[in-house]
């Protein structure tokens, strides 16, 4: 019976999508974000990860590297975002993730459970081609309130604070994680670290595009 | 100068061998390990050219797949094909192909024909998916049928081998270094009338897999690239382009890009002296030029400005081409990220009017 078990268990494990190795790879694919970001936008406008499958990737990489002359490195930190961003997850492993995290970066405090006050949303918005916004883009919140970025676009999108107040200490980390999957959400509790201010974002990939975004804290 | 030209290419052989040697794990692929793929870029459009009281008007189509192979994880082979239609009928243009060796984490080494890093229209803006404007800068010759015109440059693009690096300076700030020797241009067709003033005979960057002298075209670019969104660009090529190697042909350019959230600014100026031979004395001809974008997007719309110039073509002082000036307004309005569908009006001095509806998309 016991070795039934085993077997229906590995048998099952094995049925699971297989899923990136996300911790590990963090930090590459975070950078992979910024200079996917910050270098093919030197000539033309972004393409959508889930436009190419992983192989297709792998070779329009080396194609662009001739003409971005960047490292082998930085060529293959985008790669393995594009890859990683451009998998069809299923939804109940993204809503598993209630506070961010479809790729493993640095996380931002994200207890839910500890806010005391409103939960302030913002929907994360594009159009998978020209349209990437924050909607509203700017909001106020009190201390206490819980920030909810919530993504319901069809492009990866991430929060990453550009511009904090003086005398603001965050012990969140300055960009936020990935969020690959319609109803994927990334919660900032609005605790005693973040003084009075204005406190400016964006999304690491597409604040290019404009996606952009402020939030006011106040006292609560 | 054959001399230097001689130690340029043994030095960019060099580079190349150096770091292969160093690189001991290199291995030799096997064919499971090949990918291959076709992405590219094509064009659909009408222009409407003023001619005198009426315009005449045509649909244009062009379409340039691009072939990619990756052989391995370090080599890749590539081309790119432009089919064309025009008057004369359909024309076939090679606008590279080449292997590129990426094994090394900061250089890169290419043989074959490839797009000269001269600038940065000719090797990375002008695919119509990515030109904002349906026409080229008349620096580069109006192109894309309607009435097309002469400018300073073709795109260029040349058989040879090139070495690159990118070497960073600050987390903010890198270095993108290109050194190239190829085969270089050669003396196009007198097409000079019997008696008429002394002129200077044509460039010809038309590409062969022969050389007709035996010098060969030097030439590099240097770039400073921020993360920011700006980068900057100087670039020169040299070369003889006659069978006794004896006049030189030589390309300056100066260009810059600058981005900041949905505005961008870009444009290049550039010169190519030319030496010939008029009535037994040795004359150079200097023709300079340069173009200027703006352009600002809201939302899925993306106007663009464009001015672009060619100057007096001077050959000791004395005007042999008299210098023009083109203006274009355009509109972009992006269908997705690779569809824009361009109008654009270009306002030209001495060549006509044209306007122009593009569809372009890449793929």
């Given at each position: 019976m016991k070795t039934f078990i085993v077997a229906a268990l590995v048998g099952l494990s094995l049925m699971l999508p297989a899923l990136p190795a996300r911790a590990q790879d963090a930090a590459a694919i975070a950078k992979g974000a910024v200079l996917y970001g910050q270098t093919c936008t030197r000539c033309h406008n972004l393409t959508a990860p889930?436009?190419?499958?992983d192989l297709q990737w792998e070779v329009i990489g080396l194609h662009m590297r001739t003409k971005a002359n960047i490292t082998k490195s930085e060529m293959a930190a985008i790669v393995q975002y594009l890859q990683v961003t451009n998998r069809d997850i299923p939804a109940q492993v993204s809503h598993a993730a209630t506070s961010a995290s479809?790729?493993?970066?640095?996380?931002?405090?994200?207890?839910p459970q500890s806010a005391s006050g409103h939960v302030v949303t913002i929907k994360m918005v594009?159009?998978?081609?020209t349209i990437f916004k924050f909607e509203p883009k700017d909001v106020r919140v009190q201390r206490g309130d819980t920030l909810r970025f919530e993504q319901t676009g069809a492009a990866p999108h991430n929060v990453e604070l550009k511009h904090t107040p003086r005398g603001a200490n965050l012990h969140i980390a300055a960009m936020g994680p990935f969020l690959l999957v319609k109803g994927a959400t990334y919660d900032i509790v609005i605790d005693a670290t973040f003084v009075d201010g204005k406190y400016e974002f964006e999304?690491?990939?597409?604040?290019?595009?404009?996606?952009k975004g402020t939030f006011t804290v106040t006292g609560g | 100068m054959r001399k230097i030209n001689a130690l340029v290419a043994a030095a960019l052989m060099a580079l190349a061998v150096v770091p292969a040697t160093a690189d001991a794990q290199a291995r030799i692929p096997s064919r499971a390990d090949n990918v291959g793929m076709v992405a590219g870029f094509g064009s659909v459009g009408y222009t409407w050219t003023q001619s005198d009281s009426s315009w005449q008007n045509a649909f244009e189509a062009a379409i340039s797949p691009i072939f990619l192979f990756k052989i391995g994880d370090d080599l890749l082979v590539q081309s790119e094909l432009e089919l064309g239609f025009h008057d004369e009928g359909t024309e076939l243009m090679v606008e590279y192909a080449q292997v590129d060796y990426l094994g090394f984490e900061k250089w890169q080494l290419t043989a074959g024909k490839f797009l000269l890093p001269f600038g940065i229209f000719g090797e990375r803006i002008h695919p119509s998916w990515i030109n904002k404007l349906p026409g080229r800068p008349i620096t580069y010759g109006?192109?894309?049928?309607?009435e097309a015109g002469e400018g300073i440059l073709p795109i260029l693009s040349d058989v040879g081998f090139m070495a690159r690096r990118t070497a960073r300076l600050t987390p903010r700030w890198a270095l993108d270094l290109s050194a190239y020797v190829t085969n270089g241009p050669s003396m196009g067709m007198d097409m000079a009338m019997p008696g008429a003033p002394p002129s200077a005979p044509d460039v010809a960057y038309?590409?062969?897999?022969?050389?007709?002298?035996?010098n060969k075209m030097v030439g590099g670019r240097i770039g400073l690239v921020g993360v920011g969104g700006f980068e900057a660009y100087l670039s020169a090529y040299q070369a003889k382009y006659d069978k006794e190697n004896t006049l030189s042909v030589a390309g300056s350019s100066v260009a810059f890009d600058y981005r900041r959230g949905q505005f961008q600014v870009r444009g290049e100026g550039m010169t190519v002296s030319q030496q010939f031979d008029a009535a037994g004395m040795r004359a150079t001809l200097k023709s300079p030029g340069y173009w200027l974008q703006l352009s600002q997007r809201f939302g899925a719309y993306e106007p663009v400005l464009q001015w672009s110039q060619l100057m007096d073509a001077k050959a000791d002082g004395m005007v042999m081409k008299e210098g023009r000036e083109q203006a274009a307004v355009g509109l972009v309005y992006w269908l997705a990220t690779s569809v824009p569908v361009k109008l654009a009006y270009e306002f030209n001095q001495s060549t006509s009017d044209r306007l122009m509806v593009q569809w372009a998309f890449g793929f």
């Open positions: 889930a436009d190419r499958t479809e790729v493993e970066v640095p996380r931002g405090r994200t207890m594009d159009n998978g081609s999304c690491t990939p597409h604040q290019m595009f404009g996606m | 109006e192109g894309h049928g309607g038309a590409t062969t897999n022969a050389d007709i002298n035996r």
